[in-house]
């Protein structure tokens, strides 16, 4: 994990927020299963963790989706408001590893481990967070949010295995060739 945290991740944070937020209407609805749709903003959000941390992540979920939920729909569902939370903190987790910023998200290794890492994430937060928030918090019946939560799952990792890959292999290739630049005498 990055212990670095300033102006950038600020910054980071509310472009985050924003993108999210502003996204959240961009979705293809998953037809067979009631409010479950693919969305490009997680892609964001898992770029952006995987850059800037698990804060970075923990609070762009959260605002985001709450933000969006609100000014879209009216009010905000917080069972799946928390599992966003949950997938930017967990794939935040592993920033060095993936060493985006360090232009070393390029090869095979850090892409898989990002993959991984995403896909043991969204399980959590959507095979299981979600599912028992909708029915502990909301009295929802087991089976609808067992079916939503699986198919937001789903929709979760291939949105960001391809969109967030891609954002992150992009990102690396600039910020690797910045990187390399050095101030002359």
Known sequence: MDK??????????????????????????????????????????AFLAGVFGPIVGAVIGLLGHALGDA????????????PEAVVGV????????????????????PIIFFNVVQIVANAIAWIVVAPVLD??????????????GFFAFLGNIIIIGILGTIL??????????????????
């Open 4 to 45: 670095k945290f300033g102006i950038r991740e600020v910054v980071a944070m509310g472009i985050g927020t924003a993108l999210f937020v502003v996204l959240t209407m961009v979705q293809i609805p998953l037809g067979f299963v009631p409010n479950t749709a693919l969305q490009p903003r997680m892609a964001i959000l």
């Open 168 to 185: 992150g292999i992009a990102y690396s290739k600039v910020a690797g060739k910045s990187s390399d630049l050095q101030k002359e005498d």
């Open 135 to 148: 029915i502990l918090v909301y009295a929802e019946p087991a089976n609808k949010v067992f079916a939503q």
């Open 71 to 82: 000014l879209f729909y009216g009010s905000v569902w917080w069972s799946w408001v928390f």
């Open 90 to 109: 967990c794939i935040g987790l592993f920033v060095k590893k993936y060493a985006i910023k360090e232009g070393g998200f390029v090869s095979a290794t």
